[in-house]
């Protein structure tokens, strides 16, 4: 792929999030690829356990789960993948959601949580690349 990988935000991304209004519902589209295999650092309980970066993120859903929830998040939509209409082509995204916060408040929260620090590990050992990318919420309907 001709582009830069991304797992984590950048500091500069990280503080334009941190500037936004805190105090609205948040959307926060994701979107995943994963590894062949996933990467765990030497000492952690799942190095050399041959598990995919499917089942990695798996893992990550189980652990970080319990912590989303009681901040208050959801899942609002789901999708996998089929082809890129708009966009490079060589770019693939294995699955896409997205994730409603009640405000960032409770996603600073959640990531904050240790519990939620040891689960990401578990992230970070799945992906090759993903995009994480904040919404408003707007009104559904039939119009664009």
Partial sequence: MGDINYIDPSPINFQAFKDLSRDEPIHMLNLLQYRDLAQYPAGHEHHGNGWTGKRAYEEY??????IFRRVGGKIVWRGVFQTMVTGPEDRRWDD??????????????????????????NRTAALVDSRLVRFRPGEAGEGF
């Fill in 96 to 121: 896409g959601f997205v994730a409603e916060y009640p405000n960032s408040g409770a996603f600073f929260e959640m990531i904050k949580d240790p519990d939620y620090q040891k689960a990401v590990v």
């Fill in 61 to 66: 859903g189980k652990t970080s789960g319990p």
